[in-house]
Structures are given as C-alpha cells and as structure tokens.
C-alpha cells in the first residue's frame, strides 16, 4: 500500500481577492491618470515598504504581547515586531519624523500601494486592497486644506467620474468640539458618543441621531444602543448644527457661526472654513463640486480640524440590476497629531486617501466601467510548427509598432485557437498558413466586427457564406490593416 498523495485544496484566504485583467487594467488606469494630476499640482510619490515596526502604527494595536489584531504582524529576528502596514498615512509620519531635517518643508507626497487589514472580511470588504493617498506636512494654514480638496475633486474627476457626479463634502472637528463646549459637554466619552451620533446621521436620520444623543435607540432587531446622555437644549443645539448645511458655502458659514457663538474653538473653526472657501473659489472650485456639510465627522479619534469626504452622486446598481447607495468613495482631513507621536513636537498635517478599488468598483456600478476596459493582444494563429519563424516575425513587427501581439503556443486546432483569442477579447486574429505564406499574403479577422455581424446573421450557413470581418491583404498590408482594426477597438 502506498502513502496517499497529500493534495491541498485550491482556495484563496478569506478577504484576498484574485484580480483578472479587465479589474487590473481599471485600477492601473486610476492610478495612473490621479498621479498625472498629482504632480501637476507639485506633489511628489512617494514609497514606502510593505512592512513598519509595529510601534509605529499607534492606534492601530491592542495591548497584548502579539501585535496581531488589526494588523498582520510577525517578529523580526531582533525580536522587534513589525507588521504589514495599515495605511500610508502611519508610513508616511515615520518617514516625516525620520527624515524632517533634509525634507523641503512642508513636504508634499503621494502615494499608492496595497494596504492590508486583520479584520473580518465581508462583502466588500478586503483584507488587501489599494489606497492612493496625498498629504501635505508641515503647514498648518486652512488653504493647504484646500489645495488637497480642490486637488481630490480633479483627480477624481480625472479617474473617471464627471464633473457633477461627486462631491467633497467638507465640515471641522472644532466646530463641535466648540458647540459642545459651550454646551457644557466636557467628558470626552460623552464627545465620543455625540460624535458616534452624527456620525449615523445618513443611515438613521435626524430622529434616529436625536435619540442617540439622548438617552438611546431601540433598533429594529431589539437591541438597544446607550445614548450620548444630553438633555432637551443641547440636543436642539446638536440638531441645529447639523442642519445648518445651506448648499452655498457661504449661507452655512453664517449660520454655523450663529449656532457655535460664544466658543473661541467653534469661532476658530468658522475661521478656518471660510479661509478654505475663499482658496476653493479662487481655484475655481464651485458649490457643485465641494460644498460644507456640518454632519461629517470622520476618524472620531484621528483628525483635528477640517474633515472632508467624497460622495458619489451618481445612480448606481448592484450586480442584480437594483439601485444602491454607494455613498463615500474616499475622504480624509487635517491630523496634527501624527508626527509629534515621534518627535514630541507638533507638526501640521493634512490629506485625502480613497480606495482604488473601490473607486473602481463604484465606477462600475455607476455604469462607467467601459471607460476601465482594456483589450487582448492581437493573435496570430499557429498552423504549422514549420511556420513558427514566419509567425514570431509577424508578431515582433506588430509589437515593434506599439501593438500587443502573441503566437498562439498551445497545441489545438484552428477552431479552439479562435475561440481563445475570443477569449482573450482579442481585436483581430492572424491567419498565415501556407497557402498565404506562398502567395505573399494575410489573412486577417476583425474579431470586433464579426461579433457585431454574427449577431444579425442567422445560422451557420450565412455566417459561413458572408465570413464577417475577414480580409485577406499583401503581407505588406499588414501592420496597417491591424493598426485600423485597433485604432476602432479603442
């Protein structure tokens, strides 16, 4: 008897996804076209590694003697911890505090790379994907806000989406610090619960969030979520801020400025907004494109000042056909307090992150997934192993001029060779055998056309008798006619 094989079983870990071509060539495309923008606007990439020590990412870790949750961590052989990075925000503060000196200051980065994530992954939900971030450290004035948010507008406009079709939706931290303040809220877990109150303003709605910053909801399941614990006037003042959102920057600034009166922080706040309203509209970015929402809150521990978030206006469906909110596609703000972890100083800082996959991904929802789609090389059908020469010839001319080509290298006949360059989603197909080959010619198939020709012709027969999209040119025509064939494919 012999020991059985062991055969392990073909299965990808939960929360890591398999990414084919068409989902590459979209997250390459945004990526591309938003670090066009980025530095056009002066900022510099940046790249930091995989790994940081893990007592770098800060917050991110529970206290216990392995750094393991949250984050994918393993020991060094110094036994230092160190662990796959969260974000490229937490890199990008260790390589500031590292290197602060010799940086031109403030310093202006972008970034782009997968992040990972020891979390319960969901739908949706990855423990691997892309975040491209863009930060400004070490200026503290209110217009390098905005230069971020006008920048973010234009990069995303330039990933994909029109103008009109998203929006920065921008508020600061100190507006409700201040309004509670005055308010005579001065627990900070009682802040927190306020701010976990707005926070689910979107999904709950403002009597959801009013019961919430009372005394608690029921939910529909039963269970029972504790309350912020305000009374009756400083409910009205939460809910009075939170509607003060009036479209037109400067209708909310005012009305935010009534509602926060009386608190130097809340005073500071408006201060800032209107300083990075007036940056917005000398860059030429418009109601329509970034406007104040006081209802957005972000990283309830993380950011300082100005929060801003990017919503997604456009209809979008699931992959059933059903309209679904797709809501935020990236957001981020001001945090000063990310840097002194390192060197005990405070050191402004200021950026926007989204999620390339996802931005992909609502791209597609929103039925813009064409402008994402990338094609096949061009195949060139092997009939014979004694033309493989005159076949590698044909497919170094075709890539010589820009064109993606590849011989067929299985062993299938003609009708399974077609079938994969379909497939392949292939522009054309090659056919050279010997016949063309003695006579000096080619032989070439607009798979395109003929996809769109087979669909008006009925049974075999015709498709047979009409040969739709096939011609046969000098061999001199070649490179030509295939470059027409691709140009029309986009």
Request: charged share 25%.
């Amino acid at each position: 008897m012999t020991e059985e094989t062991f055969r392990p079983e073909a299965r990808a870990p939960r929360g890591f996804a398999d990414k084919r071509s068409p989902q590459l060539r979209a997250e390459r495309r945004i990526v591309e076209q938003v670090s066009a923008v980025y530095e056009r606007w002066g900022f510099e990439p940046l790249d930091t590694g995989a790994f940081e020590y893990a007592d770098a990412l800060g917050k991110f870790l529970p206290d216990s003697d392995r750094p393991n949750e949250g984050v994918f961590a393993l020991q060094d052989d110094d036994e230092q911890w160190m662990a796959l990075r969260y974000d490229l925000t937490a890199p990008l503060a260790r390589f500031a505090a590292q290197n602060w000196e010799t940086l031109p200051k403030p310093f202006r980065r972008f970034a782009f790379g997968p992040v990972w994530r020891n979390e319960k992954p969901g739908p949706g939900r990855f423990r691997e994907f892309i975040q491209c971030d863009a930060d400004t450290v070490g200026s503290a004035r209110p217009e390098a806000d905005a230069e971020i948010i006008a920048m973010a507008v234009e990069g995303l406009e330039a990933a994909g989406l029109p103008r009109g079709t998203a929006v920065l939706r921008i508020n600061n931290r100190k507006l409700l610090n201040g309004l509670l303040t005055s308010a005579g809220v001065d627990s900070a877990g009682q802040k927190l619960a306020v701010l976990r109150a707005v926070d689910k303003l979107d999904r709950l709605g403002e009597e959801g969030v009013k019961l919430l910053l009372g005394e608690g909801r029921l939910d529909e399941s039963g269970a029972f979520t504790k309350g912020a614990g305000l009374k009756g006037a400083a409910v009205d003042r939460v809910l009075a801020f939170l509607a003060a959102g009036k479209g037109d920057r400067a209708a909310t600034l005012s009305a935010l400025s009534d509602i926060v009166g009386g608190s130097a922080e809340g005073a500071e706040g408006v201060e800032d907004l209107g300083r990075i309203a007036a940056a917005l509209s000398a860059l030429g970015v418009g109601e329509d494109r970034a406007s104040i929402e006081p209802s957005i809150v972000r990283g309830l521990e993380y950011y300082t000042g100005a929060v801003y978030e990017a919503e997604l206006l456009l209809e979008t469906t699931d992959e059933k056909g059903q309209a679904v909110r797709f809501g935020s596609i990236g957001g981020g703000g001001r945090y000063d307090d990310l840097v002194a972890r390192f060197t005990g100083q405070p050191v402004p800082a200021t950026g926007f992150s989204f999620g390339v996959s996802r931005l992909a991904a609502a791209l597609k929802a929103a039925g813009r997934e064409e402008a994402t789609k990338g094609r096949g090389p061009v195949v060139i059908i092997a009939f014979d192993q004694d033309h493989m020469g005159e076949y590698f010839a044909v497919a170094a001319e075709l890539r010589a001029a820009g064109i993606a080509a590849e011989v067929y290298l299985g062993s299938s006949g003609m009708r399974p060779q077609m079938k994969y360059a379909d497939r392949r989603m292939a522009p054309a197909a090659i056919i050279l055998g010997g016949d063309e080959i003695a006579a000096g010619t080619v032989t070439i198939k607009d798979l395109d056309l003929g996809r769109a020709l087979a669909a008006n012709i009925e049974g075999n027969e015709a498709w047979r008798a009409e040969r739709p999209g096939q011609q046969t040119v000098p061999r001199g025509e070649l490179l030509s006619r295939v470059r027409a064939i691709v140009d029309a494919a986009g």
